[in-house]
């Protein structure tokens, strides 16, 4: 079987948010809330302490966990920084209201069409949502033109994915951003009679 990747959906921000309160360590490090690939990340704060010299405590979880923890913790989290590409989950602490200003040199030195309104975080890093599909059995003149268009019966049984995951929520959030909640909800009911659920876009590739 073979598979080819087609850019369906816009980039997505992996985004970075500083934590209100006094959560610095005493020894001057910092706490790192960390829903992204262990190792990139890894990489990341090894070339911050040997630039800064500041020590880095790394805890590894999930979007949604710790988004929750970090309401949970309120202003006395030992977190300073959170670091995801779930919007849902940077909403939830946003309007939690327990995210500090970025500052404004930072800010500016990211492209105007990825800097948020609150300016409460910054994007370090884009992803592309893509649609992977079997070319022995769909060319790719045959594709979606968007998201949208899986919602048609014609693709009734035809296509899977991971709804409880952080990517496919992301998804979902861009959807009520840019179509509204009415659309999205019609989108979603759609997609129930449509597609195959699967826990993990791993599982759903194979």
């Given at each position: 079987?073979?598979?080819?990747?087609?850019?369906l959906?816009?980039?997505t921000a992996?985004?970075?948010?500083?934590?209100?309160?006094?959560a610095?360590?005493q020894?001057?490090?910092i706490?790192?809330?960390?829903?992204?690939?262990?190792?990139l990340?890894?990489?990341?704060?090894?070339?911050?302490?040997?630039?800064?010299?500041?020590?880095?405590?790394?805890r590894?979880?999930?979007?949604?966990?710790?988004?929750?923890?970090i309401?949970a913790?309120g202003?006395?989290?030992?977190?300073?920084?959170?670091?995801?590409?779930?919007?849902?989950?940077?909403?939830l602490?946003?309007?939690?209201?327990?995210?500090?200003?970025?500052d404004?040199?930072?800010?500016?030195?990211?492209?105007?069409?990825y800097?948020?309104?609150?300016?409460?975080?910054?994007?370090?890093?884009?992803?592309?949502?893509?649609?992977?599909?079997?070319?022995?059995?769909?060319?790719?003149?045959?594709?979606?033109?968007?998201?949208?268009?899986?919602a048609d019966?014609s693709?009734?049984?035809?296509?899977?994915?991971?709804?409880?995951?952080?990517?496919?929520?992301a998804?979902?959030?861009?959807?009520?951003?840019?179509?509204?909640?009415?659309a999205?909800?019609?989108?979603?009911?759609?997609m129930k009679?449509?597609?195959?659920?699967?826990?993990?876009?791993?599982?759903?590739?194979k």
């Open positions: 079987m073979k598979y080819a990747l087609s850019a959906a816009g980039a992996l985004a970075i948010s500083l934590i209100a309160g006094p610095m360590a020894d001057g490090g706490v790192v809330y960390n829903a992204q690939h262990e190792s990340t890894n990489a990341w704060v090894e070339g911050f302490t040997k630039e800064t010299g500041i020590k880095v405590t790394v590894h979880g999930g979007d949604s966990d710790f988004s929750n923890q309401v913790e202003a006395a989290s030992p977190a300073d920084v959170f670091l995801t590409e779930n919007s849902p989950a940077m909403v602490v946003e309007s939690a209201g327990l995210f500090a200003p970025v404004a040199d930072t800010q500016a030195q990211i492209p105007k069409e800097q948020p309104s609150s300016g409460k975080w910054v994007g370090i890093a884009a992803r592309a949502t893509v649609f992977v599909y079997d070319k022995t059995k769909l060319t790719a003149g045959r594709l979606p033109k968007s998201l949208l268009e899986l019966p693709w009734k049984g035809r296509w899977a994915a991971s709804p409880s995951g952080a990517d496919f929520q998804i979902v959030s861009a959807l009520l951003q840019l179509k509204g909640e009415a999205t909800a019609d989108w979603l009911k759609a009679e449509n597609f195959t659920a699967y826990k993990g876009n791993s599982t759903v590739m």
